[in-house]
């Protein structure tokens, strides 16, 4: 089985900053596309930034020059810098990866999501 365990969300004053990180675990051949979604009250879940196995980037427009995504390959791990919050970002974030598993094959995974905060 394949894990994902995300740490670093909390609460945080406009214009904080914070960092999400994000570890797999677990029987893994290799970690394609590596991502951070978000989820606020009463909306759907949204793409906040992914990055490749080339490192290649990509950034929702309302989070670009903000937020920052990252990946350490020998960690498993992918993680998100996140500065200049706005209560708008408040959200759970979750952590999403393609992986190809051992006898099993490529699948999305998921994180459990954590909480962000953005408030005065």
């Known amino acids: 089985q394949v894990q994902l365990v995300e740490s670093g969300g909390g609460l945080v004053q406009p214009g904080g900053s914070l960092r999400l990180s994000c570890e797999a675990s677990?029987?893994?051949?290799?970690?394609?596309?590596m991502g951070w979604y978000r989820q606020a009250p009463g909306k759907e879940r949204e793409l906040v930034a992914y990055i490749n196995s080339g490192g290649i980037t990509n950034y929702a427009d309302s989070v670009k020059g903000r937020f920052t995504i990252s990946r350490d390959n020998a960690k498993n791990a992918v993680y998100l810098q996140m500065n200049g919050l706005k209560p708008e970002d408040t959200a759970v974030y979750y952590c999403n990866a393609n992986i190809v598993v051992w006898l099993v094959g490529a699948r999305d995974y998921w994180g459990q999501g954590t909480q962000v905060t953005v408030s005065s």
């Open positions: 677990g029987s893994i051949n290799r970690i394609n596309d």
